[in-house]
Each structure stands twice: as structure tokens, then as C-alpha cells.
């Protein structure tokens, strides 16, 4: 954020990630936090630990990308001009400090390559902190050397990075789900001792269908001079001469950026961000040509709660849905198998032969009740066929011609009726074997 870059990068002391224990007001009852939309709404336990590195370990895995950040502070405190060949600025929404104390959403993750920056380019979708004296700033960074989330610490005059977790394949599979046909994380951030001023920060595991802690930190906030709040998209960059934009414009040409299901506690009480607790850091939606990328285009799908960022190309109408996400549910023999042909790297086999065994992609989104197209992605060594069952009603079955190789992939297509906003389609053929599944494409 604009204020992130006025502190000093300092030592880090490494906290303790023990949950402290939450007020009433904090938390739907002890030891539960709010179950995002995602996996089905309702309350959820508090019961791991996110891995991470902190101290020394996560400042050295942070490597050139910290040591950028601590230059761009020092060089912006010293001069004015310092950094004036590249361009800073964000787009997202303000959190009052007097009534808003923490934070709940969901965050869309670049999950295939290129997810890289280049030319010294930074970009940060989101940065979230909430007001309240927040102790922690949850970052996702994309840098030079890939993807992190970082906690950055703002109490007791450490104002650094408290941890760092590499958003590998590993927490893909664990910390994300597919929401709007993109990979996603659910996030909870909120004071757990009005005390000590100590704030915790939660990720959702879509394996065990429980929260995480990821950090904790207390003590006197270092930065109570600003406004803060949900940056869902903030960048650093620099024009790139062969193109007249920014470096990060090419580089994510076709990706969206989206936050969604943003909420606030207001009061004790958990509340959409909305226009009447929140506001925009720009009075009206900002061109791209702003951000040095005209390609680039910001909308509200609602307001306050719902960003999206697109950088050429349109916006996913329904998505991608990967076979092999841990968001689904297999039932039977349905097992994952790496596969080099299909697009995640992976497929599910042994669908079908009977009820018994079955694939449910969970959370297929649609912004209104209606017809959809669903392509299902495949690979088969022999002529099989595939019935979709749309929310337990049993929809099409169609025929799924060999695609030459249990590792070649195909596709079908069939039409669905889907409700407005989350459905399930079951996958399975209840007299035959079915095709291995890749994914499947809703439009």
C-alpha cells in the first residue's frame, strides 16, 4: 500500500503462532470461525498451522524481493524523485479504524505459469490490512522468483516480514479451491486479544475443511498515522520500451486478478464491505492506462465486496474446473493420476462401472439460474461415456470417443441447467466404465 512503504525494514523477532484466545465478538463461538461461501457456508474448526518460515529463515527465502522492498522505503524517505521511473499505485477499498476491526475474503491465485515478474516489476494482489491497529499485512506477492504470501508484521517496531510461505504446488492443493473458475484462498484476519492488541491471521484448508492458523503478533501499532484496508491490486513497475507498458502488462496478459466475498467486522458482527462501511481508494474505477497498462481494465461485480482485475482478454463466464482440485469429492475407486497430457497434470480414473464410484466437482459457480454449456475434457484408450448430475438430479449422458491414449486428451460437450451461484456436477456412468476426467469448462 501507499503508507506500506514509509516504515524501515527492520529485524524480525519470530513470533509464536499460538491461537490466543478470541473474544466473543471475534468469532461465531470458541474455537470456530465462519466457513467461507466456497465450501458450503456454515462454522468451521480452528485446529492446524500453516507452514512458513519466519525470522531470518523468512527474510532470507524473501531474498532480492525484500531487499527491493526495503530500498524502495529508504530511497522514498530520502528523496522524492528516488523512484520516480516506476510507478506506484493501487486500486481496493478502505477500512474505517473506528469500526471495522478485521477481515474475511476469498483471493483468486495465479496458478500457471508465467506467475513471475520481470524488469523489476512487483505486483500485489491483494495487500490486506484491516483497521483497528492491525498488527499484520497479508500480502500476495508475485516477484521475480514467483509467488509468496507474506505476513508483514506493523507492531512493536519489528515492521517486516514475519512470514513467508511459497504458494507452490503444495499450498495450491491444500489452501485453495476453484471459485469463479479460479484457483482461490480464504483468508480471516481479526483482533483475538483487545489487550495486547493481538491480531491473527487464518487461512481455510479445503483438505481437512478447517482453519489454519498462519501468524500472530501483538503490541503497540507502528503506523496509526494512515488509513488502511484491501488493496486488491497494487503494483510496482516500470515501461517496458518495446512495448510502451509496464513489464507486469505482458507478462499476465490474459489474467485476472479477483477478490470476492469481502467482509468486515463491524461491532463484533461480520458484515459485507459495502459502500456505507467502507470506501474506494479512487472515487471512480481507474483506467489501466494509469496503471502504465491500457490492456488492463478494473470492475466491481458488486460493491464493495466483489473486484476483479483483467488484463486483456474476458473475464471467465463460468471457468475452469479441475478434475484433481481438492475442493471435489471422488467416491469409490475415483483415484488422481499424474498425467503429462492433461492440463493440470493430472486426471481422475476409475469413474463409473457403477454408482459407486463417481467424481463431484464442488462449487461450479453461475451468476444467474439457467443453460450452460459444459465441456468436459477427457482422455480415453477406448469408446466410452460420461452422465453429468447437476445437484443430485441425474442430466446427460454423453458419448466419449476414444482420444488415442489414456494420456491424450478430448472433449465433449453437454448442456446443464444450473441455479444461480453454486451447483455441483457428479461425473460417473452407472453401467460402464466412464473416460478419465481432465476438467471441465462452463460457459
Not at 31 to 58: E, K, M, N, Y
Not at 163 to 191: C, I, Q, W
Not at 247 to 264: D, I, K, M, W
Not at 398 to 416: H, L, Q, R
Request: with cysteine; hydrophobic share 35%.
Amino acid at each position: 500500500m501507499r503508507w506500506q512503504w514509509t516504515a524501515t525494514l527492520a529485524a524480525v523477532t519470530t513470533l509464536t503462532t499460538a491461537l490466543v484466545a478470541a473474544p466473543a465478538a471475534s468469532a461465531a463461538d470458541s474455537g470456530r470461525l465462519a466457513r467461507p461461501a466456497a465450501d458450503g457456508g456454515g462454522s468451521a474448526p480452528i485446529r492446524g498451522t500453516v507452514p512458513g518460515q519466519t525470522g531470518a529463515a523468512a527474510r532470507a527465502a524473501g531474498g532480492a524481493a525484500l531487499e527491493h522492498f526495503a530500498q524502495a522505503r529508504q530511497q522514498r524517505r530520502d528523496s522524492a524523485q528516488a523512484l520516480a521511473a516506476q510507478l506506484h499505485t493501487d486500486w481496493g477499498v478502505n477500512l474505517p479504524s473506528a469500526t471495522t476491526q478485521g477481515i474475511h475474503a476469498t483471493q483468486s491465485v495465479l496458478d500457471s505459469a508465467p506467475t513471475t515478474t520481470s524488469g523489476g516489476d512487483y505486483v500485489y494482489a491483494p495487500t490486506a490490512l484491516p483497521g483497528g491497529n492491525a498488527c499484520i499485512e497479508l500480502t500476495t506477492a508475485y516477484t521475480p522468483s514467483g509467488p509468496d504470501l507474506w505476513a508483514w508484521d506493523w507492531c512493536g517496531g519489528r515492521d517486516g516480514v514475519g512470514k513467508l510461505t511459497p504458494m507452490d504446488a503444495t499450498f495450491l492443493n491444500t489452501y485453495t479451491t476453484t471459485v469463479n473458475g479460479r484457483r482461490a484462498y480464504s483468508m480471516d484476519e481479526h483482533k483475538t486479544s483487545t489487550t495486547s492488541n493481538t491480531w491473527t491471521v487464518y487461512l481455510y484448508n479445503y483438505v481437512t475443511h478447517a482453519w489454519d492458523t498462519y501468524f500472530t503478533s501483538s503490541g503497540t501499532f507502528d503506523l496509526p498515522q494512515f488509513n488502511f484496508g484491501w488493496n486488491m491490486f497494487e503494483i510496482y513497475t516500470s515501461v517496458d520500451p518495446a512495448t510502451g507498458a509496464g513489464y507486469y502488462c505482458r507478462t499476465f496478459a490474459g489474467r485476472g486478478f479477483e477478490s470476492s466475498g469481502v467482509q468486515v467486522s463491524v461491532n463484533g458482527a461480520w458484515v459485507a464491505a459495502t459502500a456505507s462501511n467502507t470506501s474506494t481508494t479512487h472515487r471512480t474505477i481507474p483506467s489501466g492506462s494509469a496503471y502504465d497498462c491500457p490492456a488492463l481494465s478494473f470492475s466491481m461485480v458488486s460493491a464493495n465486496d466483489h473486484w476483479l482485475a483483467q488484463i486483456g482478454g474476458a473475464q471467465p463466464s463460468g471457468g475452469s474446473y479441475e478434475a484433481e482440485s481438492p475442493a471435489n469429492t471422488l467416491t469409490g475407486q475415483a483415484a488422481v493420476r499424474s498425467s503429462a497430457g492433461a492440463s493440470g497434470g493430472a486426471l481422475v480414473g476409475y469413474v463409473g462401472n457403477g454408482s459407486a464410484n463417481a467424481l463431484r466437482l464442488n462449487n461450479v459457480t453461475a451468476s444467474a439460474a439457467g443453460s450452460r454449456t459444459v465441456r468436459v475434457y477427457y482422455a480415453a484408450g477406448s469408446a466410452r461415456s460420461v452422465t453429468l448430475t447437476v445437484n443430485g438430479t441425474t442430466g446427460p449422458t454423453v458419448s466419449t470417443p476414444s482420444t488415442g491414449g489414456w494420456d491424450t486428451v478430448g472433449s465433449v460437450t453437454a448442456t446443464v441447467t444450473l441455479n444461480a451461484g453454486a451447483n455441483t456436477i457428479q461425473l460417473g456412468n452407472t453401467t460402464g466404465w466412464a473416460p478419465d476426467i481432465d476438467r471441465i469448462v462452463v460457459s
